[in-house]
């Protein structure tokens, strides 16, 4: 399951690649215009395992795994469990449990759980 400033957005698109991108007021997923909003500040949550998660702007919460990686250009990323593959943030912190690939933030500290 997926929200976007707690609005849950329908569709199948957990376990997959995920790419989040904004344009003006719109939210896409992978290309669908999912979410309408005013609100500049973004805040996606996934809840279980997504294969990659991509985001323009806004911050990132995982409830589950990440297989491949994260990118975002700016927001946190935050993931409960593992990340298997590479992280990379261009503005934000970075949280997971465990991160097996390289971390590669310009602005945010690194942790973990």
Do not use: F, P, Q
């Not at 215009?33 to 985001?55: F, M, Q, S, W």
Request: glycine share 14%.
């Amino acid at each position: 399951m997926i929200t976007i400033n707690g609005n849950a957005i329908s569709g199948n698109y957990t376990n997959g690649s995920i790419s989040i991108t904004t344009k003006g007021d719109n939210v896409y997923i992978n290309g669908d215009l999912v979410h309408t909003t005013n609100d500049k500040n973004i805040t996606v949550i996934i809840k279980g395992d997504a294969k990659e998660v991509r985001t323009t702007s806004g911050g990132i919460n995982v409830y589950g795994n990440v297989s491949n990686g994260v990118i975002s250009t700016s927001g946190d990323i935050n993931v409960e469990k593992d990340i298997l593959g590479n992280v990379s943030s261009v503005s934000g912190d970075v949280c997971a449990n465990t991160i097996h690939g390289s971390v590669n933030t310009i602005s945010g500290d690194i942790t973990h759980r």
